[in-house]
């Protein structure tokens, strides 16, 4: 289940990359920049600056079975998510593509005709794929065999990882990894619970046992700096202090930006930062 | 995931001058910086002396051979010519008064010059200012004089009527109808670049002495001999003798200038000037200063003798200077600072001259001042090895450092390029101003190769204009070509071979009704037939240009400046000349309007039955109005440009289907006419007789531009842009000329170190799927729309358009929209 497909990624591993976003997250950081990763089923998304109104169209409440759509006070399309059944009937009937279907099935094949289109950017500066998410380790055996086929088109392979997640998937992964970019968010669990709504234990242990049996693996760990939660300079000082003499690490903080805010209200939630 | 706003080299530049702080950004100025003050951003004036001295000449010299003719107007325009040398110049040699200036050529279209003149100074797209007095010589003196005589009123007599209607109005000055636009009467040459460099080696003096060696060498009995080469090796000796006496009064007035002078600087600075101009062009230069004086007095009468498309090429300058180059900094003659500022001081020049198009099509052609000195670094030298040298490296930085758009760069690529060249090729783009352009040799080379050239002359090619290449000394094609509006064939295939802005006049073919189409392949074969329509005409209006060029038109300077035409005797301007390769092109315009209009068609009518083509042909005609939801369903069908094989497809087709034309019929006007996707600004006019098209685009907006996907059309970033336009090329066939693709990116995208590798990552797959040419525009969109409400603070940005680079705030503003909807690529 993938809710995108980004080509020319320049930040997210080496070189000019394809990066394929993998839906369903474990976690719910509150800041989220990609909500319409954190469930693993397909969900429809609604963009209400691409809609025309209701003076010059309604062709999708004239589909829906469910009775699900209803018009705004400015003549906008809204989902009532409540009686919306995912059967994504209207995406296909708006003329403005208002709509979007967030989560296609796709066999490893697919994905990598896909990357491999792609390949003429990846040679200069060892580009090449990578997994995202949401989470990537949550697909277990589709994962594992992506990466495998992939590591035969003899592409370059990366991994962005929340680290939560069953080590032996992990670890048959790495086997195939030549970047894995491992976020470590704090060192303190009583906040990592609060703000991630899991315990960092697991992903400490992960990121250990990591290290122990891929000394080699360029690991690329990354904080994304959060107000509030994790930017002081004690905070961050212990991350770092921790990865001292972890082998093949290298180090990057991420600041904060809003971006997500609107794709929220794209899914019909609420932005979890402004609580 | 962070998002600081990040700002180009150029960007920084403006805004430290809007807010008053010094600007940090060149710490070492040179004296071209001042010069440069004195130039930029004045409107030009309109310069009669070319003019009125070649009329003068031309009144002398009816019924004599035409070449002669020519050599002798130039003579007379060397003697009669105002001299002067600007204050604290090196480079001295101008062809107008001082500040900017354009210069009249009334042999193109002297016609229309009278009316014209009135509408100079107002005119939205590159106006001119003109003096009153010489207003009244232009329509007292100039234009009566050519009035029955010019190129452009031989070239409407000789148009049969249905060719002419797709080329002219009916209106009195016959004026472009950007159908099947004609350029030959604008320009009396396309792009080209001399041979330099023999020049530099054996001066003006060494190809007279060639020439005098041939008369004595003719067959005082053979009435070819005496009638065809005699005229023309007297033509080339006069040449040689105006130019050199122009150079000789410059030599005088810097010796008298230097005499008056106080300041013992300058009093030296001007003894040397006269030094330099007493020896060169005469003679072979003997140091970096003189090659580079020799080569500009060169490019400057060429531009006396000639309007050039584009303005004539400077060639591969870090090649032909090296030599020179090597041997000052050897003896320790020269620094790489001077090497620099003699070059800032040459581009300053350059910038004075402002090629001048009367025409109104010819100014919205070229919008900006257009211009494509094109100096061309790297690439190969003629035995194939890496050509890049360390005057390639100062060219570089110079253009990163001088802040002025003069000249057009030119950067060879090719598989063996140093890391080092392909990063600072990366950092000069960076700068945002919009250089260098690139050019493939992988792409072009093996084309040279197919057309029969030797690799030898391949290796060696030079950029000239916009995009094209050229061979000195094997390029024998000089007719300007005709730029096609395939946007007008698709709008003509929905209204039965009618357009909306020409009413019910029939003037493409009768295809058919809208309703009659029952699927896509009947309404796609209609498209193509007007298509080939389009060709026809195209060919026989370049069928008609080559016989009358012949005739009105002769170059006894760029004859002088080529191997081939001294060997056989012939003028650079006749149709054939032996051992010579004919280069010539027509312009594909609106590539992707088409595509995208075609592809929504297809699915939206065709494939989804959403709206019957009689629908979606009310909707175009009411430009859209009351049918917006139509229109959402075609903006989102298919487009090129996002690597979709269902766009993509179609582009394919409309290539090959141009490329089997020229194939076939190239052949009978002796010359390759091939495919190229070149627009510079046409796409504005263009866009302005086509009405609403099937793709969403509203009636009169400027269409897609060169072969790049239509304004805002790319969604997929720009590594799918390259990778449709290689999927839209017909690799197997050969009638191919060069592909322009603009591609915008913001700052932050190529931000530090390791974006700028990052940037050399994508020009290396460019260059790898043999795409012919790139130019990118890195700059903030916001700073565009800046622009665009306080132009008085910005009137030095410097944008790419189509192989050039111009002032933004000097384009109309459909031209700013455009370029501010070219799709910014952001960093993901
Ligand atoms: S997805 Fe189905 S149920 Fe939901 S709004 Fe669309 S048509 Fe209605
Ligand atoms: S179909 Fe699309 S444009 Fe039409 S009302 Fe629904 S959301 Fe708006």
């Known amino acids: 289940m993938v809710f995108n497909i980004q080509h020319y990624s320049l930040h997210d591993g080496p070189g000019i990359r394809t990066i394929i976003f993998f839906k369903g997250c474990p976690l719910r950081c509150r800041w989220c920049c990609n909500p319409e990763s954190q469930n693993h089923y397909p969900e429809i998304s609604y963009d209400e600056k691409r809609c025309l109104g209701n003076e010059i169209c309604s062709e999708c409440q004239k589909v829906c079975e469910n009775n699900a759509i209803m018009f705004s006070s400015e003549g906008k399309a809204i989902i009532q998510r409540d009686k919306c059944s995912n059967c994504m009937k209207c995406i296909a009937e708006c003329p403005a593509k208002a709509y979007k279907k967030e989560g296609i099935e796709y066999t490893a094949d697919e994905l990598l005709d896909i990357v491999e289109q792609d390949s003429i950017f990846y040679r200069g500066g060892n580009g090449g794929l990578t997994v995202s998410g949401g989470e990537p380790l949550i697909h277990g055996q589709f994962l594992i065999d992506l990466l495998k086929a992939a590591k035969k088109l003899r592409l370059s392979t990366a991994m962005e990882t929340c680290g939560y997640a069953d080590y032996s998937i992990l670890k048959q992964t790495a086997e195939y990894l030549d970047t894995i970019l491992f ?9 990592h619970i609060i703000y991630t709504g899991k315990s960092n234990q697991v992903i400490l242990n992960n990121f250990e046992s990591l290290c122990n049996d891929f ?23 212990k991350i770092e202090d921790y990865l001292k003499d972890k082998p093949a690490v290298t180090y990057e903080k991420l600041s904060y930006h809003r971006f997500g805010v609107g794709k929220y209200k794209t899914l019909g939630r609420k932005y979890p930062m402004d609580d | 995931m962070s998002k600081e706003k990040v700002l180009s080299a150029q960007e920084k530049r403006i805004l430290f001058e809007i807010n008053g702080e010094k600007n940090t950004l060149y710490n070492k100025k040179n004296r071209a910086f001042d010069l440069l003050k004195h130039v930029q951003g004045e409107k030009p004036v309109i310069d009669i002396e070319r003019g009125l001295y070649f009329t003068r000449s031309f009144k002398t010299t009816e019924g004599q051979p035409l070449i002669l003719r020519w050599a002798k107007a130039l003579k007379y325009y060397a003697e009669h010519a105002k001299v002067y040398i600007d204050d604290n110049q090196l480079i001295i040699g101008r062809i107008g008064r001082p500040g900017r200036y354009g210069i009249l050529y009334p042999e193109l279209d002297g016609d229309i010059l009278g009316d014209a003149i009135k509408q100079l100074p107002e005119r939205e797209t590159s106006p001119f200012n003109i003096d009153p007095n010489d207003a009244k010589i232009i329509s007292e003196e100039i234009a009566p004089y050519w009035k029955g005589k010019t190129f452009h009123e031989d070239l409407i007599k000789a148009l049969t009527p249905k060719t002419a209607a797709l080329t002219y109005n009916q209106d009195k000055d016959f004026t472009s109808r950007f159908i099947v636009n004609e350029t030959a009467s604008f320009r009396s040459s396309i792009q080209w670049v001399h041979d330099y460099k023999i020049v530099l080696q054996k001066g003006f003096s060494g190809i007279r002495r060639e020439m005098e060696k041939k008369l004595n060498e003719l067959d005082e009995f053979s009435p070819v001999d005496q009638t065809e080469k005699k005229p023309f090796i007297d033509a080339v000796i006069t040449v040689c003798d105006a130019i050199v006496l122009w150079a000789h009064r410059h030599a005088k007035l810097a010796g008298q200038l230097a005499a008056k002078e106080y300041n013992t600087v300058r009093k030296a600075e001007l003894e040397k000037i006269a030094k330099i101009c007493w020896q060169v062009p005469e003679y072979p230069a003997r140091n970096f200063r003189e090659a580079v004086q020799s080569q500009w007095f060169t490019q400057m009468f060429s531009r006396v003798e000639q309007k050039t498309g584009t303005v004539i090429s400077n060639g591969r300058m870090d090649q032909y200077l090296y030599p020179f180059y090597k041997n000052d900094i050897e003896k320790s003659l020269i620094t790489d600072d001077d090497v620099q500022e003699i070059f800032d001081c040459m581009w300053v020049a350059m910038s004075q001259y402002i090629d001048l198009y009367i025409s109104s099509a010819g100014g919205a052609f070229n919008e900006g001042y257009a211009h494509w000195e094109a100096v061309t670094v790297g690439g190969q030298t003629s035995d194939g090895n890496d050509a890049v040298n360390d005057l390639t490296y100062i060219l570089l930085k110079s253009k990163r450092e001088f802040p002025l758009n003069y000249p057009d760069l030119a950067a060879r690529i090719h598989t063996r390029s140093s890391q080092r060249y392909l990063a600072e090729v990366a950092e000069t783009i960076k700068e945002g101003s919009g250089f260098p352009k690139l050019i493939n040799d992988e792409e072009v080379i093996p084309l040279l190769l197919s057309k029969g050239a030797d690799f030898e002359d391949a290796y060696d090619y030079s950029v000239s204009g916009c995009a094209e290449c050229r061979m000195p000394n094997r390029d024998t094609y000089t007719s300007p070509n005709a730029y096609i509006n395939f946007a007008a064939a698709l709008e003509m295939t929905i209204y039965n071979g009618h357009m909306l802005k020409y009413g019910d006049e029939l003037i493409g073919l009768k295809t058919g009704d809208a309703e009659t189409f029952t699927d896509f392949d009947e309404f796609f074969a209609a498209y193509l037939r007007q298509q080939k329509n389009f060709l026809k005409h195209a060919f026989i209006q370049q069928h008609e240009i080559i016989r009358l060029r012949a005739k009105h038109f002769a170059s006894p300077l760029g004859s002088a400046l080529h191997k081939l035409c001294r060997d056989t005797l012939t003028d650079l301007h006749q149709p054939h000349i032996k051992g010579g390769i004919d280069l010539g092109y027509f312009e594909f315009i609106g590539y992707a309007t088409v595509i995208d209009s075609l592809a929504a068609i297809k699915k939206i009518v065709f494939e989804e039955k959403k709206a019957t083509l009689n629908q979606v042909k009310k909707a175009m005609q009411h430009n859209f109005t009351g049918y917006e939801l139509l229109r959402q369903r075609l903006v989102n069908a298919p487009k090129y440009g996002n690597n ?7 582009g394919r087709t409309l290539d090959r289907e141009a490329l089997l034309f020229t194939r076939q019929y190239s052949k009978e006007l002796g010359i390759n006419l091939d495919l190229r996707y070149v627009p510079f600004t046409s796409h504005v ?6 009405s609403a098209t099937p793709n969403g685009r509203l009636a009169w907006t400027p269409l897609s531009d060169g072969s790049s996907a239509s304004q805002g059309a790319d969604l997929y970033g720009p590594t799918a842009v390259l990778l449709s336009n290689f999927a839209t090329k017909n690799y197997q066939y050969h009638e191919r000329a060069a592909r322009l693709l603009n591609v915008k990116l913001s700052p932050a995208c190529v931000q530090g170190e390791s974006g700028t590798q990052k940037l050399v990552q994508f020009i290396e797959a460019w260059r790898d799927l043999k795409l012919w040419h790139i130019q990118f525009n890195v700059i903030n969109q916001d700073t565009l729309i800046a622009a665009q409400r306080n132009p008085e603070n910005y009137r030095n940005l410097l944008v ?12 109309s503003v459909d031209l700013q929209n455009d370029i501010i909807a070219r799709t910014q690529n952001e960093a993901i």
């Open chain 1, 183 to 191: 976020d470590i968010k704090s060192l303190d669990n009583f906040k």
């Open chain 1, 215 to 237: 000394p080699h693996l360029h690991k690329h760990v990354r904080t994304p700096v959060i107000p509030g939660f994790n930017n002081s300079i004690e905070d961050l000082q």
């Open chain 2, 644 to 650: 979709d094989h269902y766009a993509d497809e179609i």
């Open chain 2, 685 to 690: 006019p263009f866009g302005k007789v086509v």
């Open chain 2, 800 to 811: 790419r358009i189509a192989g050039y680079s111009a002032y933004f705030t000097e384009l």
